[in-house]
């Protein structure tokens, strides 16, 4: 069983960043795909990235290119979500999540693994 912990959310002006992490438990880390969804008040969750269990070839979201970046560190097992010009539309709980075949899908049915969530609030 893996266990994920998501740090690192909380309110923030537009214009600003925040980074989230995202620590995994167990040793097995490092061969999973991780990704970051999110999900705003009334709306489905969605994929805003991704990064393989290589490291390379991130996936993102429209919304995101260009202002969100992931990266990982296997010694650490943790996965690290920065995120910079921050909108008011980037409001939502954020979620990291692992997918064991070492590969990342946008869509959130393939991971197995899911953190509880941090809150991120960006304001105008």
């Known amino acids: 069983q893996v266990q994920l912990v998501e740090s690192g959310g909380g309110l923030v002006q537009a214009g600003g960043s925040l980074r989230l992490s995202c620590s995994a438990s167990g040793s097995t880390f490092s061969t999973y795909g991780m990704g970051w969804f999110r999900q705003a008040p009334g709306k489905e969750r969605e994929f805003v990235i991704g990064?393989?269990?290589?490291?390379?070839?991130?996936d993102s979201a429209d919304s995101v290119k260009g202002r969100f970046v992931i990266s990982r560190d296997n010694a650490k097992n943790t996965v690290y979500l920065q995120m910079n010009s921050l909108k008011p539309e980037d409001t939502a709980v954020y979620y990291c999540?692992?997918?064991?075949?070492?590969?990342?899908?946008?869509?959130?049915?393939?991971?197995?693994?899911w953190g509880q969530g941090t809150q991120v609030t960006v304001s105008s």
């Open positions: 990064i393989t269990w290589t490291g390379g070839r991130p």
């Open positions: 999540a692992a997918d064991t075949s070492g590969m990342i899908y946008r869509s959130s049915t393939t991971y197995e693994y």
